[in-house]
């Protein structure tokens, strides 16, 4: 039996609304978009970082070997008791800091020069061509940038062996030698990150406002002044940052120097990351190992708090002084 149109109207309007029409209401919450956009990156986070840290931490209380064939064995803090009591560990924690130091420190100077050699040059001559040879070296991987340098360095056939037989000199075994194997790494690696510094530099550089320069030039201020007052004050965060990311990065370096000297001669350039390569994959001493790991994320946690730390003090100061 036919119905009236107006009828037939009346229950149209009345239906509910079909999928997509409530789909598309649901997107447009302001609330549902975003988090629907999270899930996939906090699925990937906890998959791939948190389960593996809270296994690491885990496999830390127990002494475990993949070579034994026997269960693991709970001994609470007896790996990072061990850990603390080896002097292998204290050494190479101490070439650790001391590359660290180096190489960061280095990297920075080199950094800022270059940085403020480069800032507000857009007429210079060749500018685009410097900026990308500069920036090749830190998007080579370091296992190709060690092999690359591991032949510069050969003392029988590399290119700074053959320069000095060129001008009379003697060969120098750079990587063999224990007197310049820890510098000789030690330069590759300035080479290698010193772009990141410039970029941080010349990002940092970009965030001082125009105006605030043109009146410390107007003032007839110095350009240290300019660089303490102005420039620092207003990229300091971006240079904080970048150092932060470059001592993490040095503190865990490991790829480069094991492809250049593999740690050796001895141990001259056997860093914490390369003990600890050694002991998990090569002793297979799983629970030592994890304790180590989590001793050295840790200290890069304490890294991290004192850079924060040290970046927020002026503020801190200003809020505590009386108004």
Same mark, same amino acid.
């Given at each position: 039996? $036919?119905?009236? =149109?107006?009828?037939?109207?009346?229950?149209?309007?009345?239906?509910?609304?079909?999928?997509?029409?409530?789909?598309?209401?649901?997107? /447009?919450?302001? *609330?549902? +978009?975003?988090? !629907?956009?999270?899930?996939?990156?906090?699925?990937?986070?906890?998959?791939?970082?948190?389960?593996?840290?809270?296994?690491?931490?885990?496999?830390?209380?127990?002494?475990?070997?993949?070579?034994?064939?026997?269960?693991?064995?709970?001994?609470?803090?007896?790996?990072?008791? *061990?850990?603390? /009591?080896?002097?292998?560990?204290?050494?190479?924690?101490?070439?650790?800091?001391?590359? #660290?130091?180096?190489?960061?420190?280095?990297?920075?100077? +080199?950094?800022?020069?270059?940085?403020?050699?480069?800032?507000?040059?857009?007429?210079? =001559?060749?500018?685009?061509?410097?900026?990308?040879?500069?920036?090749?070296?830190?998007?080579?991987?370091?296992?190709? @940038?060690?092999?690359?340098?591991? !032949?510069?360095?050969?003392?029988?056939?590399?290119?700074?062996?053959?320069?000095?037989?060129?001008?009379?000199?003697?060969?120098?075994?750079?990587?063999?030698?224990?007197?310049?194997?820890?510098?000789?790494?030690?330069?590759?690696? #300035?080479?290698?990150?010193? =772009?990141?510094?410039?970029?941080?530099?010349?990002?940092?550089?970009? *965030?001082?406002?125009?105006?605030? !320069?043109? @009146?410390?030039?107007?003032?007839?201020?110095?350009?240290? /002044?300019?660089?303490?007052?102005?420039? !620092?004050?207003?990229?300091?965060?971006?240079?904080?940052?970048?150092?932060?990311?470059?001592?993490? $990065?040095?503190?865990?370096?490991?790829?480069?120097?094991?492809?250049?000297?593999?740690?050796?001669?001895?141990?001259?350039?056997?860093?914490?990351?390369?003990?600890?390569?050694?002991?998990?994959?090569?002793?297979?001493?799983?629970?030592?190992?994890?304790?180590?790991?989590?001793?050295?994320?840790?200290?890069?946690?304490?890294?991290?708090?004192?850079?924060?730390? #040290? +970046?927020?003090?002026?503020?801190?100061?200003? /809020?505590?002084? =009386?108004?």
């Amino acid at each position: 039996m $036919d119905t009236a =149109p107006g009828v037939s109207a009346t229950h149209a309007l009345s239906d509910p609304p079909g999928v997509g029409a409530r789909l598309a209401a649901l997107l /447009q919450r302001r *609330s549902v +978009l975003p988090t !629907l956009l999270l899930v996939p990156v906090l699925l990937f986070f906890i998959v791939w970082n948190t389960v593996p840290t809270l296994w690491l931490l885990g496999l830390s209380f127990y002494r475990f070997s993949l070579t034994s064939g026997r269960p693991p064995i709970f001994t609470g803090f007896g790996n990072f008791e *061990s850990i603390l /009591q080896d002097s292998e560990v204290w050494l190479a924690l101490s070439r650790t800091f001391l590359f #660290v130091i180096l190489a960061v420190g280095i990297e920075t100077v +080199l950094g800022l020069l270059l940085g403020l050699l480069f800032w507000n040059s857009q007429r210079l =001559p060749g500018r685009r061509v410097a900026l990308t040879m500069l920036f090749t070296p830190m998007v080579l991987t370091p296992v190709a @940038a060690g092999t690359f340098w591991r !032949l510069i360095y050969d003392p029988t056939f590399g290119v700074l062996s053959a320069m000095l037989r060129g001008l009379g000199l003697p060969t120098v075994n750079f990587l063999g030698d224990a007197r310049t194997a820890f510098g000789s790494v030690l330069a590759v690696d #300035v080479w290698m990150w010193t =772009p990141f510094m410039v970029l941080m530099t010349l990002a940092a550089l970009a *965030s001082v406002p125009k105006a605030e !320069l043109e @009146a410390a030039e107007i003032d007839r201020l110095s350009f240290l /002044q300019r660089l303490r007052l102005v420039i !620092l004050h207003h990229g300091k965060f971006i240079l904080m940052l970048g150092i932060l990311l470059r001592t993490i $990065d040095a503190f865990k370096t490991m790829d480069l120097i094991y492809d250049m000297t593999f740690g050796g001669p001895g141990s001259t350039t056997q860093l914490v990351a390369i003990m600890l390569y050694r002991r998990a994959f090569e002793v297979f001493s799983m629970g030592w190992s994890s304790a180590l790991a989590v001793i050295l994320l840790l200290i890069s946690i304490a890294f991290t708090a004192t850079f924060i730390f #040290v +970046l927020h003090a002026r503020e801190r100061r200003k /809020q505590d002084m =009386p108004a």
